[in-house]
């Protein structure tokens, strides 16, 4: 096959994800690997200017190939997802060594930009960046130096993959990572690419769109639809994000009571009742939280008793500054070992066999008291910019991860929910609640004005499948509104379960994609995930 230059054969035969949840078969000679920085497309595209059209190319070339040969593609980032959202049965391509970036010049940036924002404000980035390379390109190089607005714990994801599957942190005043987004660059077909702002706040000017010769669409709607699209909408080639001046981010790690307090603050971010645990006056904690997080032990917790509380982990945003003491990387735990995991895995699957299954019960309660406490010893507090806070990109052995998010106002009864199922199935891992402002994305997870994303972190063992799945029809039995994260353990979703959580958005997010690729195209890009979700289907264009 002669493939264009820049496009290199990905020669394998199947893919296993980070955490060794699922090994997907590949068909041979279908998976592709992308590049910029081989010497041969050096050569014969030296400006930053060529390589990058020329990728914008590469991607149309693969999109056609696909379509000729019957062949499915997804693109791929960093393959952290543990559900099967970035495979399909047919060909993967790799797109983490495209990593050009750069600024843009005030020429570049509209008349509403310039008024309202700071143009060195924003970096514009190939697809494959990491979360890593970008936190040291805007805290250690540029000048003057910057910080990402939010994170998620650990950044071992690309730029694109992370955003695409609504990654978040803990960061209750901004939101997860989608919100620095500005523009986005998609490859949507083998004759078509799009540059997408939203209407409501225009970012460049004609000079970039020329640069870029895509065709330009200004639509918050569409925006929003691509912005959390799971691979589903052609390739992203690059986004614009806004960045900020470079903080520092002051942790606090203390066990407290779950009480009536600590419910005030989950329910109504009203921390007044905490005031005696936080690092600062009441008044000054408000203005400086930024993070808040709780991380609960579900086989050691009451309410009321601070021996079997939760951990409250709070980060207050500081000004940066460079007499802080920086954090050692090894002190930052939360990063389960081979030998835990390992230990853990292997006895929960003796229990599986065993008549009965009648050690569950107290197995699994000690089991997850070592992690937890393996998990939390750390030091109380700690201070550093958002690349030196998350950090943690070591995982060995498999884990079971998933996530649902809901109206934090709903936490108190979803709690007593979850104990409760608990008891039944005894959860096998840790859970932390994460509060995260909700999104605009059509099919954003993060999707209520006020997220709690409750994370459930153990082991990749089949009790904990049954735990989600038990969840959720009790969560559906009480009538409380949920979502799933789209790249952690998802199984609970299906046709219906997408259809009952996001109604009439599913039909505006298929539309859109209706709108933005042709039924060949989106042939290429679906996946056996997107047929789980009900989401291959395609939907009825809107017009806007
Ligand atoms: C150790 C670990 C820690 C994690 N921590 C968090 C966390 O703190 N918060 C959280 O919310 N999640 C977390 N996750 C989940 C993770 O952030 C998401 O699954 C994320 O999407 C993975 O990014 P990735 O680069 O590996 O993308 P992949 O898993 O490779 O892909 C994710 C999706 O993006 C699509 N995609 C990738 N590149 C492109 C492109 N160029 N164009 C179009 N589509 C593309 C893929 O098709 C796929 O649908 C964690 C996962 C792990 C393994």
């Known amino acids: 096959m002669n493939l264009p230059l820049g496009i290199k054969p990905l020669d394998i035969t199947s893919f296993t994800n980070a955490h060794g949840n699922f090994?997907?078969?590949?068909?041979?000679?279908?998976?592709?690997?992308?590049?910029?920085?081989?010497?041969?497309?050096?050569?014969?595209y030296p400006s930053f200017k060529d390589k990058y059209n020329q990728t914008t190319e590469n991607f149309q070339w693969l999109i056609q190939h696909a379509i000729d040969n019957n062949l499915r593609l997804r693109p791929m980032g960093s393959g952290w997802s543990l559900s099967k959202v970035a495979v399909c049965p047919d060909g993967i391509v790799n797109t983490k060594k495209l990593r050009l970036k750069a600024s843009l010049g005030s020429s570049q940036l509209s008349e509403e930009y310039l008024n309202s924002g700071d143009p060195f404000n924003l970096l514009f980035a190939q697809c494959g960046n990491s979360m890593?390379?970008?936190?040291?390109?805007?805290?250690?190089?540029?000048?003057?130096?910057?910080?990402?607005r939010a994170s998620g714990g650990s950044n071992g994801q690309t730029?694109?993959?992370?955003?695409?599957?609504?990654?978040?942190?803990?960061?209750?005043?901004?939101?997860?990572?989608?919100?620095?987004?500005?523009?986005?660059?998609i490859v949507t077909g083998p004759d078509r690419h799009v540059w997408i702002e939203r209407a409501s706040r225009p970012v460049t000017s004609a000079k970039f769109q020329e640069w870029i010769k895509a065709e330009v669409i200004l639509d918050d709607d569409i925006f929003n639809s691509a912005l959390i699209s799971f691979g589903s909408f052609g390739f992203i080639h690059s986004v614009l994000i806004e960045v900020e001046?470079?903080?520092?981010?002051?942790?606090?790690?203390?066990?407290?009571?779950?009480?009536?307090?600590?419910?005030?603050?989950?329910?109504?971010?009203?921390?007044?009742?905490?005031a005696h645990v936080l690092n600062?006056?009441?008044?000054?904690?408000?203005?400086?939280?930024?993070?808040?997080?709780?991380?609960?032990?579900?086989?050691?917790?009451?309410?009321?008793?601070?021996?079997?509380?939760?951990?409250?982990?709070?980060?207050?945003?500081?000004?940066?500054?460079?007499?802080?003491?920086?954090?050692?990387?090894?002190?930052?735990g939360y990063t389960y070992g081979d030998d835990v995991l390992g230990l853990i895995q292997k006895v929960l699957d003796q229990v599986e066999v065993l008549p009965g299954n009648m050690l569950d019960g107290l197995v699994i309660p000690n089991a997850v008291n070592t992690l937890f406490n393996l998990a939390y010893n750390r030091p109380e507090k700690a201070i550093g910019t958002v690349g030196e806070t998350?950090?943690?990109?070591?995982?060995?052995?498999?884990?079971?991860?998933?996530?649902?998010?809901?109206?934090?106002?709903?936490?108190?009864?979803?709690?007593?929910?979850?104990?409760?199922?608990?008891?039944?199935?005894?959860?096998?891992?840790?859970?932390a609640m994460r509060f995260v402002k909700g999104n605009k994305a059509t099919l954003g997870f993060t999707r209520f004005e006020n997220s709690c994303v409750l994370e459930m972190d153990g082991v990749d063992a089949k009790v904990n499948y049954n735990f989600s799945e038990k969840l959720v029809d009790v969560l559906?039995?009480?009538?409380?509104?949920?979502?799933?994260?789209?790249?952690?353990?998802?199984?609970?979703?299906?046709?219906?379960?997408?259809?009952?959580?996001?109604?009439?958005?599913?039909?505006?997010?298929?539309?859109?994609?209706?709108?933005?690729?042709?039924?060949?195209a989106q042939a290429v890009f679906n996946n056996e995930f997107l047929e789980q979700c009900g989401l291959d289907q395609p939907g009825k264009i809107l017009l806007t």
């Open 23 to 44: 090994t997907q078969a590949l068909k041979p000679g279908a998976s592709f690997d992308l590049t910029v920085s081989d010497p041969g497309f050096e050569r014969q």
């Open 132 to 148: 890593i390379s970008i936190n040291e390109l805007l805290e250690q190089e540029r000048n003057p130096p910057k910080s990402l």
């Open 159 to 185: 730029i694109v993959g992370a955003l695409s599957t609504n990654t978040h942190g803990a960061a209750f005043k901004f939101g997860s990572l989608s919100e620095f987004v500005l523009g986005m660059h």
């Open 245 to 274: 001046p470079k903080f520092l981010l002051e942790q606090q790690l203390t066990q407290i009571a779950y009480d009536g307090n600590l419910e005030k603050a989950i329910t109504d971010y009203d921390f007044s009742g905490l």
């Open 280 to 332: 600062y006056p009441l008044a000054v904690a408000n203005e400086k939280l930024y993070h808040f997080e709780l991380a609960i032990n579900p086989h050691n917790f009451e309410k009321n008793n601070p021996d079997k509380g939760v951990y409250f982990r709070v980060m207050y945003k500081e000004p940066y500054r460079e007499d802080y003491e920086r954090i050692e990387p090894q002190t930052q």
């Open 390 to 431: 998350f950090r943690n990109t070591i995982f060995r052995g498999k884990l079971y991860s998933g996530a649902f998010a809901f109206d934090r106002k709903d936490m108190p009864k979803v709690i007593d929910i979850v104990l409760g199922n608990n008891r039944n199935i005894p959860f096998a891992g840790v859970m």
């Open 476 to 520: 559906e039995a009480h009538n409380i509104s949920y979502t799933v994260h789209w790249g952690k353990n998802n199984n609970v979703l299906n046709k219906e379960r997408v259809r009952r959580i996001y109604g009439d958005a599913v039909d505006k997010w298929l539309g859109h994609r209706n709108q933005l690729l042709s039924a060949s």
